[in-house]
Every structure is written in C-alpha cells, then in structure tokens.
C-alpha cells in the first residue's frame, strides 16, 4: 500500500514537474518574443495587415503643334463605403442628408441611396459601391458630403483613383500618337506614346492600406505616403486640322479602290516636322482602321518613285545630261536575257533623259543606267549611299524598317540587278525613306531629318527643344537639283501626272506602279501592285512635301499611281491650299474695267443732278439707289436684296425732304 502511494506521488510530482517546465518554456517563449524578437513579429503582423501599394503618375500630356490634345491621362475616382467603422450616431445623423446629396449628384432615388447604406450595415459590409467611374470635379463633391466628409474612419468612405488614357482625336492618327499595350495595361511600346515615354510616365507614388474583410483593402490615410510625379508633356508637330485633311482622304480613295492598306506622310520641308500620318488598313467586314505603322515600318519595293534617285545620281556624276537621248524603242527590250516592258504600248522610242522620267519609262531608265554604271556599279552604290538611302532616318519612334539596297557580291546581286533597280525593284525603302528624299529636293537639296516632336514641358516650362537637324547640307549640285526639280514639274504638266493638274495651285512629284508579290505562283491570275506618289507643293516654293502609297488596290477600278495615290495628294493639297491660301500678287491692279467705268459716270451723271420730282431708280443696285436717294433729303427704307424692282412714292412726284420711301430688293 505504502509503494504503491509512493509510486503515485511519483507520478504527481513528475507531472507537476512537466508542467512547470511547460510553464517555464511558455514564460521565456513569451518574453523572447515581447523583447527579443519583439520587433520581428511586431513587422511581420504588420505586413500582413498594411501594404503599401502602388499610385501610377499621371502620364505626360502629349499635343499636337498648335497646342490641341492628341492624348491626356484622366483621373477616374470609384467611391465605396465601409459600413463598419462609422458610429451608430454619426450613422443615424447623416444617413438622410448624404443620401439626399448623393440622389441630387447622381440622378437615383434618395431611398435608393438609404436602403443601400442599411443594407450595407445590416451585412457589415466593409466594401459597399456607391459610385464609379467619377472625374476629379464630381470625386470633390462627393468627398465633401454628408458623413463622407468625416474621413475614412470616421465617415467609411473609401477612395480607389485609377487613371484612363484617352485620345480626344479617336482613332484618326491613332497608330502616330501611340497607345498602350493589350497584354500588358500602362506599358507603351508604339507610336508617340512609346518613343517619348522616358518623358511622359513620371514617376509612381505609394499609398498605405490596411487589410479588412474579405480580402479587401482600404486607405490607412487621407494622404499617400509618397506623391506621385506627373510626367513632362511633349509638344508633337503633328498639325491637327492637316492630320484630319490626310486621314479623309485616304480613307475616301481606300474605299473606293477596295485597297488592302494605304499610307500617307505630310512634312513641312524646311524644318522635317511631320504634320500628318496616316496609317489605314483594311478589316474583314471592309471597313479601315489605324491598324499598323506602315509610312514608318513598312519597307517595299518603291517602283517609279525610285526613277527619280536613279536619273538624279547620273546627272550629278555626269554621266548624262537632261537632254541625252536614250532608245526606248517599242516598249520591250531585253537586259541580260530579261525583257522589260513600258506601261505604253508600242514604247516611246527615242527620248531624252528627261523625257524618259517625264512618262516613267522603265527602259528608258534602265537603259540610262546600265549604260552608265554597269562597268562600275559601286559608283552608284556610293552616291546613293551618300544620300543616306541605305539607312534608317532615326525617327524617334520604334520599329522603323530597314531600307535594302544591294552590292556586288550579294545574294541578290547580279547583272539585272543594275536594270531593275533604275526602276524600283530589287531594293526596298519605306515611305517615310522615300519621302525625305524628295523632302531634300524640295529643300534645295538640303536633307533635314523627319521630326515628330518640337518640344518637352513642365508646367507650361520648355525643357527641352528639338530644332531642326540637317543630315546633309548639300546632296547634290544646285543644278542638278534645278533639273530634277523642272522635270518633276514636268510629270505633273505633261507626264504621268498630268491628270493631276490644276492651274490654280501647282504640284511637282512622281508616280509610282510597282507590282508586288509577283513572285507567287496565283500573281498572273491575281495581279497586285502598289500605287504610290511622292512630292510636294507648291513647286516653286515648296512648303510640304508628301507622299501616298496604296497597297493592292482593286485592279477592276484602277491600280496607276495617278489614278490611285495621286488624287489623295491633289486632295491634301488643295485643301491645304483652301484653308492656308498663298498670297496672290495681281497684275494692272489700276487697270480699268470698261463696263465698271460706264456704269459709275451713268450714276455719277444722275447723282449731280438737282432733281424736283421723284426719280425712277428701278433696275439700279440697291446700294447705288439708296445713296442717290439720301442725297435727295428722303429716308430710305429697303427691303431685300439685290436690285431695286418697285418704289413706294412713284417716279415723277414732287421731293419732299425728310419723307420715307421704301424700295423692294431681289
């Protein structure tokens, strides 16, 4: 008995020992944790509670020349309430007035609003939807109502501030300013939007917030812990009302032709500013859209606007001049075992040089310059080098096409290459390329580099300026510029482009029809071309150079650069024209008009009579008889416009100074 008490005493004390070692380990447990590792846990609960997130910076406007937005950050506020942390008191009291304020903001019933808030209570509902999608004016008044403007705690009013991108221009120019990616929101890679975004993100800010229920989040503070930076605004050269010109009429010929896509690049030549692109493709259901950047990525084979860097590269090294007759014969020749077609059946047999580019002669130009350069085709090579045709342009934004010229040792070298190149094919250069180019001619042989932006700004503060860069001062000899630039005169007048021709504004450029995918095994069944025309206005003293490419047009309606391409550049340039005309001077400004002289001295004539007796002014302008008839002492009264066809007081009545008469216009 006595063992067996002593074992359960055992027992008990080993219990009781445990337990005060368990209580022992508890205690110092705890005080490592309230002292040593106190600060750890102490981060640790508060991570998991609070978290800082993220406040995008309102990104950078960006305008067009004139100081119209072409895209702006808008900031969207969504209000909700958290139905938890407001007092019974301060509940009860402001239920009705917020309610009513909400109703007067926003259109629904004041008991719309009450039965939201009861329900939201009732439900210790801490994320309730009051309102979204504000702008800053109407978050403002919100923010200011009844109980919302206790604060977060006080009055559970929970701010989320997102902000939208939009384009106060819609798509036109859409694919030019750039937008942000599908697949990843707030990043920018195309466009205006992409080149200059160093400049327009800014930089992000950070707000505290603390995890309530559900999972959800609500500001900790009124205030972010870290304000955002606005980013700088960039002042682009595009031209709105110009920029509205090209897109129209692009989309005008586009449909008319059924084409695939189309391109067009306006740019003032003096100082390289791009006032217009316009980038159209074509959908499923026939409609077009800004789909791809085709004026600055898209690369082809330029056809007959190339004729001109060919014919202008062997006047320069004087191969040739103007007036150096070539054989066209009867519009096929063979070059290497290849035959070569003119578009005008039966050829143009023997031209000048000139000529051979007035009517795009194909032969004509391929026959100049395997004549001259096929001994010694790297000195063609190099003087197209020298005008920077091999290269990019370097405009700010991404993905511009890579131009392809070949050499003596390429894969694509070989004897024809010489022969097509003269007209375009076996090379390729996008039409921004293509453009700057006839750009330099414009410019008296001045090459200046496209441009799409004039300036960065901060708080209306310029802080940074991008002024015109000349990438080659003189591509040429003046009179090989004067040339090239009578002749493309010429191809307006009285060559390819001759439909073209106003005499109300005047134009020089070049046509081009290039066949494209002619090396598919359907092209004889299915033909395709690209219509293009490259130029500028006005020809004598040019103020834009443009450029229109038009890809796969409807063969059936017409596939002919000058009947394609080139009424989109006639159209730009008359309405340019239209809203900026040019001064005019006139000639014998003092010269007398026959007709005007007889009818003032007939007036004149009656004017200085002293009449007695009313006369007959009917038949005379208005503006004549109301004067003669004031001269006489009577008010005049008139009706209409025009001429005069009935008087109230009747020819041959006695003048009595100071009476009215009324007289009838029409």
């Given at each position: 008995m006595a063992v067996e008490e002593k074992n359960?005493?055992?027992r008990l004390y080993f219990v009781a020992g445990c337990m005060f070692i368990f209580a022992i380990a508890i205690t110092v447990k705890l005080v490592n944790i309230q002292f040593v590792d106190g600060d750890k846990y102490r981060e640790l609960a508060l991570k998991n509670t609070t978290k800082n997130f993220v406040i995008p910076a309102n990104r950078g406007n960006v305008y067009a020349d004139d100081g119209s937005l072409l895209a702006t950050s808008v900031p969207k506020y969504d209000i909700r309430f958290d139905a938890v942390t407001v007092s019974s008191e301060n509940f009860k009291e402001n239920l009705v007035p917020l309610s009513n304020a909400?109703?007067?903001?926003?259109?629904?019933?004041?008991?719309?609003?009450?039965?939201?808030?009861?329900?939201a209570r009732a439900n210790k509902d801490r994320y309730m939807s009051v309102v979204k999608n504000l702008g800053y004016s109407d978050y403002i008044k919100v923010k200011n109502m009844p109980l919302f403007k206790l604060g977060p705690y006080k009055g559970g009013i929970i701010v989320e501030q997102r902000t939208v991108r939009e384009h106060p221009m819609g798509k036109i120019a859409e694919r030019t300013v750039g937008?942000?990616?599908?697949?990843?929101?707030?990043?920018?890679?195309?466009g205006l939007e992409g080149a200059f975004d160093e400049f327009l993100r800014g930089k992000e800010g950070r707000r505290l917030k603390q995890k309530i229920a559900k999972g959800q989040w609500k500001p900790v503070y009124d205030d972010n812990e870290i304000e955002p930076l606005d980013g700088y605004d960039i002042v682009s050269t595009i031209n709105v009302n110009i920029q509205d010109i090209a897109h129209h009429a692009?989309?005008?010929?586009?449909?008319y032709y059924e084409a695939e896509h189309g391109t067009v690049i306006v740019m003032e030549v003096a100082t390289g500013e791009i006032k217009a692109v316009s980038n159209l493709g074509r959908t499923s259901d026939g409609t077009y859209y800004e789909k791809l950047n085709y004026a600055i990525g898209e690369s082809h084979e330029p056809g007959s606007t190339f004729k001109v860097m060919a014919l202008m590269a062997a006047l320069e090294d004087k191969v040739i001049d103007t007036s150096t007759v070539v054989d066209t014969g009867k519009g096929v020749?063979?070059?290497?075992k290849r035959k070569i077609y003119d578009s005008h059946r039966g050829g143009f047999g023997k031209i000048s040089a000139a000529k051979a580019l007035e009517v795009s002669s194909n032969i004509g130009l391929a026959t100049l310059i395997d004549e001259n350069y096929s001994k010694n085709p790297n000195k063609l090579i190099d003087r197209l080098k020298s005008w920077h045709l091999t290269e990019q342009t370097g405009v700010a934004i991404k993905g511009e096409g890579v131009p392809f010229i070949p050499e003596p040792g390429h894969s694509k070298w070989s004897k024809n290459?010489?022969?097509?190149?003269?007209?375009?094919y076996n090379l390729r250069l996008t039409p921004l390329q293509t453009l700057n180019f006839y750009n330099a001619i414009a410019n008296d042989g001045v090459m200046v580099k496209p441009r799409f932006i004039k300036e960065v700004r901060a708080m209306n503060k310029k802080v940074d300026?991008?002024?015109?860069?000349?990438?080659?001062?003189?591509?040429c000899s003046d009179k090989t510029i004067k040339e090239i630039q009578e002749i493309l005169k010429n191809v307006v007048q009285r060559g390819t482009g001759k439909s073209l021709y106003s005499p109300d504004f005047s134009m020089a450029g070049k046509t081009g029809t290039a066949q494209t995918e002619y090396w598919m095994a359907d092209w004889a069944s299915n033909r395709r071309y690209v219509s293009s025309?490259?130029?500028?206005?006005?020809?004598d003293n040019p103020k834009y150079s443009c450029i229109v490419v038009i890809h796969k047009p409807s063969i059936k309606k017409g596939y002919y650069g000058a009947d394609v391409s080139g009424p989109v550049f006639k159209r730009i340039a008359q309405k340019i024209f239209t809203d900026a005309p040019l001064l005019i001077e006139v000639a014998n400004v003092d010269a007398e008009d026959p007709s005007m002289k007889k009818d003032f001295d007939g007036y004149y004539a009656k004017a200085q009579t002293r009449f007695q007796k009313m006369p007959n002014v009917a038949g005379m302008a208005g503006m004549d008889a109301v004067s003669l008839l004031e001269n006489l002492g009577l008010k005049v009264k008139i009706v209409g416009n025009g001429s005069v066809t009935s008087q109230s007081i009747p020819s041959g009545e006695p003048i009595k100074k100071g009476s009215q008469i009324v007289l009838q216009l029409s």
């Open positions: 359960i005493l055992n909400l109703s007067k903001a926003f259109g629904k019933p004041s008991s719309y609003y009450q039965n939201s808030f009861r329900k937008n942000q990616r599908k697949d990843k929101p707030g990043y920018y890679s195309v692009l989309l005008k010929q586009l449909e020749k063979v070059f290497y290459a010489l022969p097509s190149m003269a007209y375009g300026v991008y002024d015109t860069e000349v990438t080659n001062p003189r591509i025309f490259a130029g500028y206005f006005p020809a």
